[in-house]
């Protein structure tokens, strides 16, 4: 109900009613308000600062509010719309979809087919624009002051933004200051002969800042009211791991109090920055890993407690494999939350690792869907699914793995052996991917993108407690092949796997079966991975058979238990 404010005129109740001159009242208390002070009153619905100001008589006030209340549109009202038209959902775009002047253009035009959300919109930056700030940092190290200007990537960073802007007729300051900026940055970073990683997560984040800004400005051309914002500014605080920051806790009511007040005060499409955050001790820019902008996305999900979040992409949703490697992959229509962070976490580009977090604690489902091709249904991700008739559902590369086998020194019963592996793993602040163990061994890998396992690999220093107690080997050129499903059929699964794989001739260097019971790892050597990709899509997902294995149920020996008719 709106507060309605009485306002009395009288000066002798206007004195006796000193500490509530101004009564917010509910029309049934007018009633009794009205009694007491047969005079003018100054009626005002709403916040009192509204133009629904009314001067009535007392007795017949309580009619009056209630007129007011039904015939105008008053303050609160409209507040209350405002409110309700609030945030429904968060759609990120990738820098695929916002690549050119024509795809900002066409992501405007998908944003307002849909009329009924009310979106929060995350934007990575353009194209390839992070690939090429990194490049152009690097090449600043060494390439000398003078020749900063003249790095070919920051040219075409330049060229591609002033180009957008041209192209979409909006004013070029939203874009000028920042790449003047970046170019004393590149500068700056030539001058020091040094790229800190602090100093690269400010250098990329030039792309988003960027983008966000470009395509806040065309919305408002276009007539709807956007706002840009630094997911920096807004309360995205994150562990000072630069390059690679963790989202923390204080992030969540933060960023919820700045989007709901800016939007109760002044209505606007947020347009906000992916990928970055602020160091909780640093206080400067972070980014949270390549692909950051899905977890951008789930953060605002769970912050505002949003119905949906949408990722925009360039493929028509998670696929049953990557298909840069084998082409006749095909969307898998749903997930659940634990399938996709497996996926994402063994490589799956197509979503950030750990952008499932926040959707999976929220329990806001995701959905994956094609920018350029919004019609196709994409990918529901949510927290369960009927997995009744699921055996696989997509098959993950991860390549250039290294594969450590360590055998312990000692013969069998050793007490405490895996715990001292690990605990030197730990002290060395290793984190492994894939694990087999037996009693006096075990076989692992590391993920060289990581910067601790790169350090591992070049310094075989660093190997010197292990063989304290164990003989080491490592074995670099490796993959991983992740098969993503349901493991309550693991038997079929493998059987099918390794028939494949003996086939094609691959051996097998080593095997394990994730404790999320979605995962199946298998590692092969590095050059054999695509093929073996191929080979197992062919006969997982293309000869239709998998599904009759699934209705008949198996004896000991194999063959398919024969169904017994019985006659009523
Ligand atoms: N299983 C998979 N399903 C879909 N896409 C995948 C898969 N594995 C790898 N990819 C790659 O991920 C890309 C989409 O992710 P990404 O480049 O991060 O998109 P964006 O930049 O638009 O967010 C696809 O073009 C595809 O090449
Ligand atoms: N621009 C960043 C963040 C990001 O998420 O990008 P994309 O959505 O295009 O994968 C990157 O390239 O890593």
Redesign the pocket.
């Known amino acids: 109900m709106a507060a309605a404010r009485v306002r009395c005129h009288c000066n002798a109740l206007f004195t006796s009613h000193r500490n509530s001159s101004t009564l917010p009242i509910s029309p049934t208390r007018v009633g009794f308000t009205a009694l007491k002070c047969p005079r003018k009153f100054l009626l005002s619905i709403g916040d009192g600062s509204s133009s629904c100001t009314r001067n009535v008589s007392g007795s017949c006030l309580k009619g009056t509010v209630r007129a007011v209340m039904e015939e105008e549109k008053t303050g609160a009202i409209k507040e209350r719309e405002v409110e309700e038209k609030r945030f429904t959902c968060v759609m990120k775009f ?3 979809s916002v690549a050119t002047a024509e795809r900002m253009g066409e992501v405007a035009d998908l944003i307002l087919a849909f009329p009924e959300e009310s979106p929060v919109i995350v934007l ?2 353009m194209g390839k624009t ?2 090429n700030l990194l490049l152009a940092g690097e090449k600043a190290v060494s390439c000398g002051v003078s020749n900063a200007s003249e790095i070919e990537e920051l040219s075409v960073i330049k060229e591609l933004h002033l180009r957008t802007v041209k192209e979409l007729k909006i004013d070029p300051s939203v874009v000028t200051s920042f790449l003047e900026e970046l170019e004393q940055l590149l500068k700056g970073i030539a001058m020091m002969k040094e790229l800190t990683l602090r100093t690269r997560d400010y250098l990329v984040s030039f ?2 800042c960027l983008s966000t800004r470009i395509f806040a400005a065309y919305l408002n051309k276009i007539g709807v009211k956007a706002r840009q914002y630094d997911a920096f500014e807004i309360g995205f605080i994150t562990t000072d791991d630069f390059t690679n920051g963790d989202i923390l806790e204080a992030t969540y009511p933060a960023v919820a109090k700045r989007l709901y007040d800016d939007w109760m005060h002044d209505p606007a499409v947020p347009i906000i920055t ?2 970055l955050g602020k160091g909780w001790k640093t206080g400067a820019v972070t980014t949270l890993g ?5 977890l951008t996305a789930t953060t605002i999900g769970k912050a505002l407690g949003l119905q949906e979040i949408q990722v925009w992409k360039d493929v028509d949703g998670v696929l049953t494999c990557d298909p840069t490697i084998y082409k006749r992959a095909t969307p898998v229509p749903f997930l659940t939350f634990d399938e996709a962070a497996e996926l994402a976490y063994f490589g799956a580009q197509v979503l ?1 690792p750990q952008s499932m977090r926040p959707a999976r604690e929220g329990e806001i489902p995701v959905r994956v869907k094609n920018s350029y091709n919004p019609k196709a249904p994409g990918t529901i991700i949510t927290k369960t699914r009927d997995m009744t008739k699921t055996v696989l559902t997509s098959i993950v590369l991860k390549r250039n793995v290294t594969m450590l086998d360590i055998a312990s020194t000692r013969m069998l019963g050793q007490v405490g052996f895996l715990a001292k592996v690990f605990s030197i793993f730990e002290d060395l602040e290793i984190s492994v991917d894939v694990v087999a163990t037996s009693e006096v061994s075990l076989s692992l890998t590391l993920d060289p993108s990581k910067l601790w396992s790169r350090e591992l690999i070049q310094q075989a220093s660093s190997l010197e407690e292990l063989e304290k107690i164990a003989v080491v080997n490592l074995s670099k050129g490796r993959a991983i092949i992740s098969l993503i499903g349901n493991v309550q059929h693991s038997s079929l699964i493998l059987e099918r796997a390794f028939h494949v794989l003996w086939t094609k001739g691959i051996n097998v260097q080593m095997i394990s079966q994730g404790a999320s019971k979605v995962n199946i790892s298998l590692i092969v050597n590095d050059d054999e991975a695509e093929g073996c990709v191929e080979a197992l899509h062919k006969s997982f997902f293309e000869s239709g058979d998998l599904s009759e294995l699934l209705i008949q149920p198996r004896l000991g020996n194999g063959s398919p238990v024969r169904t017994m008719q019985v006659d009523n």
């Open positions: 990738g820098g695929s990575s930056a992070t690939n792309g988003e992916g990928f390549r692909g950051g902008s899905d950030h």
